[in-house]
């Protein structure tokens, strides 16, 4: 059977596949679903196996565990490539916002939902299944493939680099695909050219020792909530520019090229504010809203928290407040660098009567900017250009795959990202899916790939 008749007969297989797995409630940022991403990741090991991966084992961390495979008999002459995802989910919370189960998948058409649905269970399993139908059908593959999928993506995947440094020899390869990512839509290919680093911090103020009566104590002791709501105004100006001292230093200008290669790209403000239903755009002054998205940095309040949330009125001068804050850096910005940055900026800025303190929260990445001119990123336009029968938009994502860099850095292995999902698939939000079309065209698109790259 031909590999695309063996992917045609099995799809309804594949999709129970995805179901099951997407049952598995793989949090990895919530304590109590631990044995969950490690009960993935064995599922991950046996799938691997079954289509015929060989090698295919869990390997512990501080954390999370990480499954490496490989399938090593093309021959010496044929290039190793490396496939990466990861099969840990973002929170499903808040769970009444969605019209179905999150852990329980429900098809709807060409729909499956379901967290981790597109990120990234039904997009990391597709190079798997490409896989399996290249092994039913020819007994091999075209080339050398390792398998690395990760358990601790979705929170920054903190004990990833050591991992790597004590792995090399699982890890050799040649180049590096990318599962997780995306497509620009189901009938139009992009290749991402870069993806946002990212910081995490949390400013904490503090007033009197304890929440005081307001009208007994206000206009006597600085309130806190107000001291944190005037640091963080210091922090941005109401245009949109950043004002922490040395915040856009390391940040690589962008060239005339890269704008005009932005502009190529269509943007529609008015589909974009319907969208978000947002009434307007905001961003860094002098850029397209585009620019800022993809390639400027960004700095968000997360939460905030201080005083009274309950119903009516409570007269309380709060002794805390805090906020929760993660910048998006482009290259060549420095996670560690721009949090100094921002606790020098909180110690010069706090207002008199209070105290501020800046902690680290986990989330760290450092940005990625595809290097320029690999045949990969090549090779990997060609077959998406086949596949769609249109050439794929060159784009950047706002978005963060801490570990790309970090294999890129210990490794020098170039990345290109290969994943099917799209922006419009509910990430990390209720109603979460994944496009079951695109699930069967990312399949057909890895075998070309593997093909391409093989001949
Ligand atoms: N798949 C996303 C990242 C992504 C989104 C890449 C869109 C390309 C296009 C990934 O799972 C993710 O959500 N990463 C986190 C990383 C963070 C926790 C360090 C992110 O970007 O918030
Ligand atoms: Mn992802
Ligand atoms: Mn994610």
């Not at 002054?285 to 009274?308: H, K, Q």
């Not at 979460?432 to 065209?441: G, K, P």
């Amino acid at each position: 059977m031909s590999w695309a008749d063996y992917l045609d007969t099995h799809q309804t297989r594949f999709i129970d596949e995805l179901c099951d797995f997407i049952r598995i409630p793989s949090v990895s940022a919530k304590p109590e679903h631990m044995d969950d991403v490690r009960t993935a990741g064995q599922w991950v090991v046996d799938r691997l196996t079954a289509a015929g991966i060989e090698n295919a084992e869990l390997f512990e961390t501080e954390g999370h565990p990480v499954v490496c495979a490989d399938w090593l008999h093309a021959g010496a002459d044929k290039p190793t490539i490396l496939i990466y995802g990861h099969f840990d989910v973002q929170p499903a919370e808040p769970f009444d916002l969605w019209s179905s189960r999150p852990f329980e998948p429900t098809i709807k058409g060409d729909r499956i939902y379901g967290r981790g649905a597109t990120d990234d269970k039904g997009a990391m399993l597709i190079p798997i299944l490409a896989a399996e139908a290249l092994l039913a059908d020819t007994g091999k593959l075209p080339v050398n493939v390792r398998f690395f999928f990760e358990g601790q993506e979705e929170i920054g995947s903190p004990d990833l680099a050591p991992f790597i440094e004590a792995n090399l020899d699982r890890l050799q390869a040649d180049m590096i695909f990318s599962a997780d990512g995306g497509q620009w839509d189901p009938k139009t290919p992009q290749l991402v050219l870069g993806l946002k680093g990212l910081t995490s911090l949390e400013i904490t103020v503090n007033g009197a020792r304890g929440d005081l009566h307001s009208g007994m104590h206000g206009g006597g002791v600085a309130n806190p909530a107000m001291a944190l709501a005037q640091l963080l105004a210091s922090m941005k100006s109401p245009n949109g520019r950043i004002t922490i001292d040395g915040f856009y230093d390391d940040v690589i200008d962008l060239t005339e090229e890269d704008r005009a290669d932005i502009a190529r790209v269509p943007w529609d403000e008015a589909a974009y504010l319907a969208q978000t239903g947002a009434p307007a755009t905001l961003g860094e002054p002098g850029y397209t809203t585009r620019e800022n998205l993809w390639a400027r940095p960004t700095l968000e309040i997360n939460g905030l928290t201080s005083g009274w949330q309950g119903d009516g009125t409570k007269t309380v001068l709060p002794a805390v407040a805090s906020a929760k804050i993660t910048c998006r850096l482009v290259a060549d910005q420095n996670p560690e660098k721009v949090f100094d940055l921002i606790a020098a900026h909180v110690a010069s800025h706090c207002p008199p009567g209070v105290t501020a303190e800046v902690t680290k929260n986990p989330g760290r990445a450092d940005p990625f900017l595809v290097p320029a001119g690999h045949n990969a990123t090549a090779i990997a336009g060609q077959v998406l250009e086949e596949v769609y029968g249109k050439a794929p938009y060159m784009v950047r994502a706002g978005g963060s795959i801490p570990v790309m860099t970090t294999l890129y850095n210990t490794l020098d292995l170039h990345g290109v990202i290969f994943a099917f999902g799209h922006d419009d698939e509910n990430q990390h939000a209720p109603d979460e899916f994944f496009r079951l079309s695109a699930f069967r065209l990312g399949q057909g698109a890895y075998v070309r790939l593997m093909e391409r790259l093989g001949s």
